[in-house]
């Protein structure tokens, strides 16, 4: 797997097109955007899904748990690894992250930000080597952005009801070094 320099790409361009649908990524491949979040996928089209990726010379990272016929295992990470293109896993499980990272793939954890006991659950995630970025979502107040860019100390990214432009100058403006969104009028700012 290539090194890929994916904070200078999240400089250039921090919108990051979260696909749920194989059709959606037809347009993003000629488009801006520099980094792909695929959500859901399955066995029979996750590799062509992730070469499509690589030879359009973007960034990719697979949602671990969401390809349908794919256990969230040690085995499942080591068929992405040996077969895909994939960069990185995205995954709300942490020991799959660990997993995940030990084979050289970057890792999103991936959490949601519904009540105290999540933003508690983020003490975990201040390890500094590990993992390489923290997504919160749903798109929280810039007050609960801050919060969790002062806890973690790790590059956020944040998604989830991201609606408009203020939605993305407001998560960057409190500290976030990404959003991602499935919204294609946001993958346009």
Known sequence: MKEVKIYDRLSDNPIIAAIKDESDLEELLDSDIEVIFVLQSSLL?????????????KVGFVHLGLVKGLSDDEVGLRYLKENTSFSGIISTKWPQLVRAQALGFMTVYRIFMVDSLAFNSLKKAQNPKFPDF???????????????????????????LITDKEDVINALKYGAIAISSTNKNVWKF
């Open 45 to 57: 089209t996750i590799k062509e899904i992730s070469e499509k990726i690589e030879a359009s010379g």
């Open 134 to 160: 923290i997504e919160i979502l749903p798109n929280t107040s810039g007050k609960i952005i801050q919060s969790v860019k002062e806890q973690i100390k790790r590059p956020l990214i944040v998604s989830g």
